[in-house]
């Protein structure tokens, strides 16, 4: 399979713990994104990846939130301190920068987050 | 008020029917706009790309843009079961078509009866 993987599909937690997902952008592309998307609402813009380079991050990632990709492969976000508002299905997704103006984005399944 | 609106639906039609998908937006530096399909517990995968206004065909979708209503639509002809999912609409204002900053739709869920 050489789509976008995200590991784990499913997480509990506890208001108050750490957690870490990983995802695993197509191989070739250069860009990575995070969405976080709640039940009946459209993906939200977290943060976004160029390579290894953090080059943008919505407001909507205050500073219990935390993103790497540190080899320009992989990526992992962190939540510190979890709060049960974070509870969401969070999203990776990555892209190839090209000439072509329309860059198609291909998004994993995505980690599902309960924090109880 | 959101930036862009959709309809939340549940939408529920019959095999073979056509079945119409609408947005609408209010930030008029939109101008990529996309239609993405989401079956459940999986992400979003992308269906139609358009630039600007005007029509985009593909096989049994078809997407299009009126910029100057801000409203855009996706129909999907002689539908099919396996079209049942959850349909957000997606646009940016990036000058390079850059998914960057993708503001989407809250989603249209729609079943498609046998």
């Known amino acids: 399979d050489t789509g976008v993987s995200q590991d784990p599909r499913h997480k509990i937690t506890k208001r108050g713990q750490n957690v870490t997902f990983r995802c695993d952008p197509i191989?070739?592309?250069?860009?990575l994104y995070w969405y976080r998307q709640t039940l009946g609402q459209g993906p939200e813009f977290l943060t976004y990846f160029q390579n290894e380079a953090q080059l943008e991050k919505s407001r909507l990632l205050s500073d219990r939130f935390s993103a790497e990709r540190p080899k320009g492969s992989f990526s992992t976000l962190e939540i510190q301190r979890t709060e049960q508002g974070d509870s969401a299905m969070y999203l990776c997704?990555?892209?190839?920068?090209?000439?072509?103006?329309?860059?198609?984005?291909?998004f994993g399944s995505g980690t599902q987050l309960s924090v109880l | 008020q959101k930036e862009v609106e959709q309809d939340p639906g549940p939408l529920s039609v019959p095999e073979g029917a056509i079945v119409s998908l609408n947005c609408t937006y209010s930030?008029?530096?939109?101008?990529?706009f996309m239609w993405y399909r989401q079956y459940s517990r999986k992400g979003p995968e992308l269906l139609m790309y358009t630039y600007s206004s005007g029509n985009k065909e593909d096989g049994r979708f078809t997407a299009q843009v009126d910029k100057s209503s801000k409203y855009i639509s996706l129909f999907i002809r002689d539908s099919q079961p396996s079209d049942s999912a959850t349909y957000l609409c997606a646009m940016t204002g990036e000058s390079s078509g850059s998914a960057r900053q993708l503001t989407f739709g809250s989603g249209t869920q729609l079943t498609v009866l046998p």
């Open positions: 997704a990555s892209s190839l920068q090209g000439a072509r103006t329309n860059e198609k984005l291909f």
């Open positions: 930030n008029s530096a939109f101008q990529y």
């Open positions: 191989s070739e592309h250069n860009r």
